[in-house]
C-alpha cells in the first residue's frame, strides 16, 4: 500500500518532500519562472523526490517567449495547449496552435513552443523518463528567428544554455488571466 506524501511550502507553492501519493491544484502548487523561458509547474520535486518514470509540467509563456531551446530527444513528449495561442516550431515548420490543440511528438522529434497571441499560453507538457536519455540541439533558421535556437548543434544541455537565466521560484506573470487563477 503506497503512503501519502508530505507536502511543503515553498513560498511560490507546494513541493512533495517524500515519495507517495498526493492531490495538488495547480494553483497551490509551486512555480518557478525564468525571462528566458516562460514560468513551469513540475508537480514534483526534482531535486528530492522526481518522478520516476514520466514529466509533467505545465509552462506558461508570454507572446513570443519559447518554453526551451528548439530541440530532439530520445523520449516521446505529449502536449496539450490549455489556454491562449502559441507557436509549435516543429521539424522546420510552424503551426499556430490554441486552447485545446494537442501535440504527439514520437522520439527524435525536433520541436520548441513559441507564446503567441495578446495574452499568456498555458501548455500541459508530458515526457516518458528513459534511463539513458538523449537530445541533440540542432541549428534551426526557423528557431533562431524566435529566440530558440542555437547557434552550433550540441547534444550538451549544458552548453545549449550556458549564460542563460536560472529558474527561480515565482509565480509566471499574468497569473490572473490563468484559467485557475479564476476558480473557486
Given at each position: 500500500?503506497?503512503?501519502?506524501?508530505?507536502?511543503?511550502e515553498t513560498g511560490?507553492?507546494?513541493?512533495?518532500?517524500?515519495?507517495?501519493?498526493?492531490?495538488?491544484?495547480?494553483?497551490?502548487?509551486?512555480?518557478?519562472?525564468?525571462?528566458?523561458?516562460?514560468?513551469?509547474?513540475?508537480?514534483?520535486?526534482?531535486?528530492?523526490?522526481?518522478?520516476?518514470?514520466?514529466?509533467?509540467?505545465?509552462?506558461?509563456?508570454?507572446?513570443?517567449?519559447?518554453?526551451?531551446?528548439?530541440?530532439?530527444?530520445?523520449?516521446?513528449?505529449?502536449?496539450?495547449?490549455?489556454?491562449?495561442?502559441?507557436?509549435?516550431?516543429?521539424?522546420?515548420?510552424?503551426?499556430?496552435?490554441?486552447?485545446?490543440?494537442?501535440?504527439?511528438?514520437?522520439?527524435?522529434?525536433?520541436?520548441?513552443?513559441?507564446?503567441?497571441?495578446?495574452?499568456?499560453c498555458a501548455i500541459?507538457?508530458?515526457?516518458?523518463?528513459?534511463?539513458?536519455?538523449?537530445?541533440?540541439?540542432?541549428v534551426s533558421v526557423?528557431?533562431?528567428?524566435?529566440?530558440?535556437?542555437?547557434?552550433?548543434?550540441?547534444?550538451?544541455?549544458?552548453?545549449?544554455?550556458?549564460?542563460?537565466?536560472?529558474?527561480?521560484?515565482?509565480?509566471?506573470?499574468?497569473?490572473?488571466?490563468?484559467?485557475?487563477?479564476?476558480?473557486?
Amino acid at each position: 500500500m503506497a503512503d501519502q506524501a508530505r507536502l511543503e511550502e515553498t513560498g511560490s507553492g507546494q513541493v512533495p518532500t517524500s515519495e507517495g501519493w498526493f492531490v495538488v491544484n495547480v494553483r497551490d502548487t509551486a512555480w518557478e519562472s525564468t525571462g528566458d523561458y516562460g514560468a513551469r509547474c513540475r508537480f514534483e520535486n526534482r531535486d528530492e523526490v522526481p518522478f520516476e518514470h514520466v514529466g509533467m509540467n505545465i509552462r506558461v509563456l508570454q507572446p513570443g517567449q519559447p518554453n526551451c531551446l528548439y530541440h530532439a530527444e530520445s523520449p516521446e513528449e505529449h502536449f496539450l495547449v490549455l489556454h491562449g495561442e502559441c507557436l509549435l516550431l516543429v521539424e522546420e515548420e510552424e503551426r499556430l496552435l490554441r486552447a485545446w490543440d494537442f501535440v504527439h511528438c514520437p522520439p527524435n522529434t525536433r520541436h520548441v513552443f513559441v507564446g503567441a497571441g495578446e495574452g499568456p499560453c498555458a501548455i500541459l507538457m508530458v515526457g516518458a523518463r528513459l534511463p539513458a536519455d538523449w537530445v541533440v540541439y540542432p541549428v534551426s533558421v526557423l528557431a533562431r528567428r524566435h529566440g530558440a535556437g542555437v547557434e552550433t548543434e550540441t547534444n550538451s544541455p549544458k552548453i545549449a544554455y550556458e549564460g542563460r537565466e536560472d529558474a527561480r521560484f515565482e509565480r509566471p506573470s499574468g497569473w490572473g488571466d490563468l484559467p485557475w487563477a479564476r476558480l473557486r
